[in-house]
Antibody, heavy 123, light 108 residues
Framework: QVQLVESGGGVVQPGRSLRLSCAAS????????MHWVRQAPGKGLEWVAV????????YYADSVKGRFVISRDNSKNTLFLQMNSLRAEDTGIYFC????????????????WGQGTMVTVSS | SYVLTQPSPVSVAPGQTARITCGGD??????VHWYQQKPGQAPVVVVS???DRPSGIPERFSGSNSGSTATLTISRVEVGDEGDYYC???????????FGGGTKLTVL
C-alpha cells in the first residue's frame, strides 16, 4: 500500500524539543524529495522544510531555520523532523509530503501526503 | 520572500462557475499548482503547472496563469467541491516552496 504515515506529535512545553517521523511504504522512498508542511489550527498551509532524495540538500522556511532539522533514513524509508526550541506558534498539524510530477513532463508537486500528526506547544 | 495572495471566501450556487485567484509578483513566469483540502483531510493537487489536470481530477477543474494573477476555475460546481483551495509555487530565488493563504469555497 502506497502511503505516508506520520507519528511523534504530542503536547510539549515551550522551549522543549520533539521529533516527528514519517514512514513511507509502497514506493521507492530513496528516489523522492520529501517535505514537511504544517497547518496551524484553522489556518492555511505553511511549507516547513525539504530534503532532496540523496540527502545532499535541505532547505527550511525562515520561520523554522536554525531550530528545526530535517533528515531521512533511506534504509528505513523514514523521514524525520527534529524540532528544537519550540514556540507556541509552532502548534499545528504536521504533514509529510512526497514531491513528484503528476503529469508527464510536468513540474514537481506534492503528490502524496500523510494524514498528519498534531503538535501542541503549550505550558 | 515571495508572497502569494488569495481572496476572501468564495460562494457559488451549484451548477455555477467558481473562480479563485492567486496573486503574486510576475506569477505568470512561474508554474502554479492548486490544491483542494477538505475538512480533516490532507490536501490533494487538482491543477498542476498552471493548467494541467492530474489523472482522476474532473475536467470541470481548469487553470490559467498570466501576468500577476493565476486563476483556478471550477465549472458546474458541485456540493462536493466545497473546501479550501491553495495555490503554490516554487521560488527559485530561495529554493523555498510557497503556499497562498487559501480560499474557502462554499457551495450555497
Amino acid at each position: 500500500q502506497v502511503q505516508l504515515v506520520e507519528s511523534g506529535g504530542g503536547v510539549v512545553q515551550p522551549g522543549r524539543s520533539l521529533r516527528l517521523s514519517c514512514a513511507a511504504s509502497g514506493f521507492s522512498f530513496s528516489t523522492y524529495g520529501m517535505h514537511w508542511v504544517r497547518q496551524a489550527p484553522g489556518k492555511g498551509l505553511e511549507w516547513v522544510a525539504v530534503m532532496w532524495s540523496d540527502g545532499a540538500n535541505k532547505y527550511y522556511a525562515d520561520s523554522v531555520k536554525g531550530r528545526f532539522v530535517i533528515s531521512r533514513d533511506n534504509s528505513k524509508n523514514t523521514l524525520f523532523l527534529q524540532m528544537n526550541s519550540l514556540r507556541a506558534e509552532d502548534t499545528g498539524i504536521y504533514f509529510c509530503a512526497r514531491e513528484s510530477p503528476v503529469t508527464e513532463g510536468g513540474s514537481d508537486v506534492f503528490d502524496m501526503w500523510g494524514q498528519g500528526t498534531m503538535v501542541t506547544v503549550s505550558s | 520572500s515571495y508572497v502569494l495572495t488569495q481572496p476572501s471566501p468564495v460562494s457559488v450556487a451549484p451548477g455555477q462557475t467558481a473562480r479563485i485567484t492567486c496573486g503574486g509578483d510576475n506569477i505568470g513566469s512561474k508554474a502554479v499548482h492548486w490544491y483542494q483540502q477538505k475538512p480533516g483531510q490532507a490536501p490533494v493537487v487538482v491543477v498542476s503547472d498552471d493548467s494541467d489536470r492530474p489523472s482522476g481530477i474532473p475536467e470541470r477543474f481548469s487553470g490559467s496563469n498570466s501576468g500577476s494573477t493565476a486563476t483556478l476555475t471550477i465549472s458546474r460546481v458541485e456540493v462536493g467541491d466545497e473546501g479550501d483551495y491553495y495555490c503554490q509555487v516554487w521560488d527559485d530565488n530561495t529554493d523555498h516552496w510557497v503556499f497562498g493563504g487559501g480560499t474557502k469555497l462554499t457551495v450555497l
